[in-house]
């Protein structure tokens, strides 16, 4: 079991709390009645797929492209015959992809956030709960 463990559990830990994570703001999401905990569940969960994509870019060992890398300089005649050749190993640099649509998820999972609080405000102001089978009995009353 020991040897389980530090075989599939530890090299990967940070996919591992990626799912739990995942797993508490599921739960969380689909049991709570408050709306402010549904949405804090929400706010988890997206945490949690967002540690998840940038564990995935990670890359041991590799340089950032262009900033982490000076090219050789050809020799005059090198440059006049058009015989100087780069050649360069994709595996020696980090895909920059993943971290930077990660920040845009971030920055439009905030703004979902912001409007979904708003948007609890109205619903508070107008019928005096956040409970979710209040709101639905207030609701049908109405009709």
């Known amino acids: 079991m020991a040897e389980l ?6 090299p990967h830990v940070n996919f591992w709390v990626s ?3 995942m797993m508490i703001g599921l739960y969380a999401m689909i049991t709570k009645n408050n709306l402010i905990k549904k949405l804090i569940g929400m706010s ?6 967002i540690l998840f ?5 990670v890359k041991e060992g590799a340089q950032i492209p262009i900033v982490g890398h000076s090219a050789p300089r050809a020799t005059a005649e090198e ?4 015989e100087h050749h780069q050649t360069i190993n994709p595996d020696d640099y980090a895909n920059p992809l993943p ?3 990660m920040l845009t998820a971030i920055v439009v999972g905030v703004a979902t956030l ?3 609080l708003a948007i609890t405000q109205v619903i508070y ?3 005096g709960t956040l409970e979710e089978d209040e709101l639905l009995a207030k609701l049908k009353a109405n009709d």
Request: proline share 0%; glycine share 10%; hydrophobic share 60%.
């Open 19 to 21: 799912v739990i994570l």
């Open 53 to 57: 994509y940038i564990s995935i870019g």
């Open 125 to 127: 102001r107008n019928f």
């Open 79 to 82: 440059a006049a015959a058009g």
């Open 44 to 49: 988890i969960f997206q945490t949690a797929i």
């Open 114 to 116: 912001g409007v979904a």
């Open 5 to 10: 463990f530090r075989q599939y559990v530890v």
């Open 99 to 101: 971290h930077v649509l």
